[in-house]
């Protein structure tokens, strides 16, 4: 027999207790820190501040819009709601520094959850709501969570079952919370508020407010811890380039807790600003168009294949969309082809969005010329924001050149959550994150995305680690060894491609089977390969490694080669 592939050894263990979840985190040298606050961007603020004080000002203006449950909460509401509930999870003994899973969709909860855990100090880990098993598990053993909170069911799912498992697995998790009516037999958000209580130790502006999630390009998602300072200066400095104020309304289409929807400007740039959130449960043109025309919204972010559908639907829609000032893309590359029917087809401006969960984000700005909206992803936030274009050995190219792109700066992270091992390698030794995306930068300072150095694939803004479904495949029994690629697709931008050798002497599986395999093992169904593809051996470079290079342009011929023949 074959033995097994060595890649298949990513196994994560759960040893030491997580004593102290800040000390997990690197963070700022105190000379950065002072040059963060002397510039004025970390203004020691908190989020249960913030909300405070926007329900101070303006009290009776509208927050929150769920159309699906008619709720429409003003800042005021919100805001005690958050304080109620903040009372209810120290009831159940949630504490400062403790870890909370939220896996919602796109309903007003969401916020009233994340606002409260924000006041008492708890992190939120930001879960997507197509997540499952797999990933849920990891996030809730490896930050030692206390409590996971989910709906009831969402899209046919039902999370209640999930979360008996995880449960049942992960000996920290003391609470499953459930939005929605019928908890089963875990707790009911809806009774845990009381009356509001005194926080006796309220976060501090440096302290850590939540753990995102990163896209990855390994065995399994890391974590990124943002401060209070941090993340509240990125979404100041997203309001500001985005002109929002107490008049915007933002429409929140993808999944509330990705970092582009969340942030840039976001949900939460928009309450920053006093605006108002309306929350859509679906993206597509058919439920989000007559929320625009009714709510008024004023600007929304979408990933390109979204902006795609939306622009086709818009052609021929007889909703009115006149109130739409600011259309954001980002998450993936926008053809420049399709950003130049974003005007004309919608009547508002495009900004186009190159961020990442790490930190750094970079807007196209609404007075650049067209040319630089449509060619180029945008130039950072911040003046403090340090980028660098870089050769395979770090070294500066010259202005202009195609590198690997490696920022620093006062809202990108020193280092992912208690992964001292990965950041070695992640962060240069003076702290620059390594974004793994290969740009080119223009004399304006704009960055042109050209190319992607790290092993995943950017499967229309969703992102898939190579390594993580390659260890899901090498755990079936008829493979021996499994390689996972991008390969080009004209509506999502890239899909994924399994390639699989067989193991020797056994049935090799069928494709469809495979597939199965990888989902029934719990993922998220976007992780599932979009197609596998059999070989008796993978192509190597030079010094013996797989070369993906070359199986992404082995099936880009075949697809090529498979359209030829059916013309
Ligand atoms: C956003 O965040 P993540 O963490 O899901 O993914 C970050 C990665 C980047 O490193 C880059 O590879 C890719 O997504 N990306 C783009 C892009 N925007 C992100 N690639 C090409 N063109 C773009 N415009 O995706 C994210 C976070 C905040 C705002 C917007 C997107």
Redesign the pocket.
């Known amino acids: 027999p074959v033995p097994p592939a060595a890649s298949a050894s990513a196994r994560v263990t759960y040893t030491a207790p997580v004593a102290d979840p800040a000390a997990l985190a690197p963070t700022w040298p105190d000379e950065f820190a002072e040059r963060y606050r002397a510039a004025g961007h970390w203004r020691g603020e908190t989020f249960g501040r913030m909300l405070r004080e926007r329900a101070v000002r303006h009290g009776d203006r509208i927050a929150i819009v769920d159309p699906a449950t008619d709720i429409r909460w003003t800042y005021a509401e919100l805001d005690e709601r958050a304080d109620r509930l903040a009372a209810g999870l120290l009831g159940l003994g949630i504490r400062k520094g403790d870890r909370v899973v939220v896996q919602l969709p796109n309903i007003a909860a969401f916020f009233e959850v994340v606002f409260a855990l924000f006041r008492v100090g708890a992190l939120p880990v930001f879960a997507l709501p197509a997540h499952r098993y797999s990933e849920i598990r990891h996030f809730c053993a490896f930050t030692e969570a206390v409590a996971y909170v989910v709906p009831d069911a969402a899209d046919g799912f039902d999370h209640r079952e999930l979360a008996d498992r995880i449960r049942a697995e992960v000996p920290t998790l003391r609470h499953v919370i459930v939005a929605g009516d019928d908890p089963g037999r875990h707790l009911r958000l809806a009774d845990l508020p009381t009356e509001p209580v005194a926080l006796t130790d309220e976060p501090r502006p440096d302290d850590l407010a939540f753990l995102q999630l990163?896209?990855g390009s390994t065995g399994v998602p890391k974590l990124i811890p943002r401060t209070h300072d941090d993340y509240l200066y990125s979404l100041r400095g997203s309001a500001d380039i985005c002109a929002l104020d107490e008049d915007s309304v933002y429409l929140c289409a993808l999944p509330a807790a990705?970092?582009?929807p969340l942030?840039?400007p976001g949900s939460l740039g928009t309450l920053y600003a006093g605006g108002r959130v309306v929350l859509a449960a679906r993206p597509a043109p058919e439920s989000a168009f007559p929320l625009i025309e009714r709510e008024g919204v004023t600007l929304t972010g979408l990933v390109p294949p979204l902006a795609l559908l939306w622009l086709d639907a818009a052609e021929h829609t007889s909703y009115d969309l006149s109130s739409l000032e600011i259309l954001l893309?980002?998450?993936?590359?926008?053809s420049e082809q399709a950003a130049r029917r974003v005007t004309p087809t919608l009547g508002c401006a495009l900004q186009?969005?190159?961020?990442?969960?790490?930190g750094l984000?970079n807007y196209t700005r609404l007075d650049d010329p067209e040319e630089l909206v449509v060619t180029t992803?945008g130039r950072p936030i911040s003046p403090h924001d340090e980028i660098r274009v870089v050769d395979d050995e770090d070294r500066d190219l010259p202005p202009g050149e195609v590198g690997h792109l490696l920022t620093r700066g006062p809202y990108t992270i020193r280092g992912y959550w208690n992964a001292p091992e990965h950041n070695a390698t992640a962060f240069t030794t003076d702290g620059f994150y390594r974004?793994?995306?290969v740009v080119r930068r223009t004399a304006t300072g704009h960055l042109v995305?050209e190319g992607?150095a790290k092993d995943q694939i950017?499967r229309g803004?969703e992102?898939v680690a190579a390594e993580e479904i390659e260890n899901h495949l090498l755990a079936h029994p008829a493979i021996h060894d499994a390689a996972v690629v991008s390969m080009p697709d004209p509506y999502l931008g890239e899909r994924t491609c399994a390639y699989v050798v067989p193991r020797e002497g056994v049935a090799p599986p069928r494709a469809v089977e495979v597939k199965r395999f990888v989902r029934a093992r719990g993922l998220a169904e976007y992780k599932v390969p979009d197609r596998v593809e059999f070989v008796t051996a993978f192509p190597v470079t030079g010094i013996g490694k797989v070369s993906k290079k070359d199986l992404r342009a082995a099936i880009t011929e075949h697809l090529k080669q498979l359209e030829r023949d059916s013309n």
């Open positions: 990163s896209g990705h970092n582009f942030s840039s893309v980002g998450g993936a590359r926008f186009q969005v190159f961020g990442m969960a790490e984000v992803q974004t793994g995306d995305v992607r950017n803004g992102k």
